[in-house]
């Protein structure tokens, strides 16, 4: 079974939509929790940690859900420029290694 | 300048052919990885390395190998390069745990093996 799963979409949606991710991570000891943007064929970057709080960044809210082992990442007001693939990243508690999900793809279209 | 330059972005290369792809960084970090991405597979990890002494097989390290030369420095070496070894391959650092954990690309290097 994959460390981390992801619906790899495409989600194809209008600007000013709203859109969400979701990603679950299969090994209960994960620790610390990312949500990554990479542009095509470019290198990922990271565009938010995820707190169990829940975090916001601008248009950008990622939330967290130990119970039951799954991450989120909602994007209000969609622009042109979210077009990406957003990578759902976990890590266990030794902190040795990142484990990617395989990505979802975003279009967002005018 | 790139934190984390890999070198070459591009190479083309025939089976059997031994490859080196180099990584450097300036960001001052003892922690490197590699990392391949294939469409559908997402991103998996081939070798990491802590620090110049230690180097740690990751999820895919069959048909590679790892040189930490430095710090700064840690290049990944295919010694007898096959088809399904193309693919792109990344290096990314980190600083120590603790830190908010952030992982800093290199740019890639795609490979195709003929």
């Known amino acids: 079974r994959k460390e981390v799963e992801q619906d790899p979409g495409p989600f194809n949606v209008p600007e000013g939509a709203t859109v969400a991710f979701n990603c679950t991570y299969s090994?209960?000891?994960?620790?610390?929790f990312f949500w990554y943007r990479q542009d095509c064929r470019k290198e990922p970057k990271l565009l938010m940690s995820?707190?169990?709080s829940g975090n916001e960044d601008g248009r950008f809210t990622a939330q967290l859900n130990r119970a039951s082992q799954y991450i989120s990442l909602l994007i209000r007001d969609s622009k042109l420029s979210d077009s990406a693939t957003y990578l759902c990243?976990?890590?266990?508690?030794?902190?040795?290694?990142?484990?990617f999900g395989t990505g979802t793809s975003l279009t967002v279209i005018p | 300048d790139a934190d984390v330059t890999q070198t070459p972005r591009n190479r083309i290369t025939k089976t059997g052919k031994r490859i080196m792809l180099e990584c450097s960084q300036t960001k001052g970090h003892d922690r490197m990885y590699w990392y391949r991405q294939d469409p559908g597979l997402g991103l998996r990890l081939i070798y990491y390395s802590f620090d110049v002494k230690d180097i740690n097989k990751g999820e895919i390290s069959d048909g590679y190998s790892v040189s930490r030369q430095a710090q700064a420095k840690f290049s990944l070496s295919l010694e007898s390069a096959i088809p399904n070894q193309t693919a792109l391959y990344f290096c990314a650092t980190s600083g120590l745990w603790g830190n908010t954990g952030e992982l800093f690309f290199g740019e890639g290097s795609r490979l195709t093996v003929l």
């Open positions: 995820v707190y169990s």
């Open positions: 090994n209960s000891a994960s620790q610390s």
């Open positions: 990243v976990v890590t266990l508690n030794t902190g040795n290694q990142f484990y």
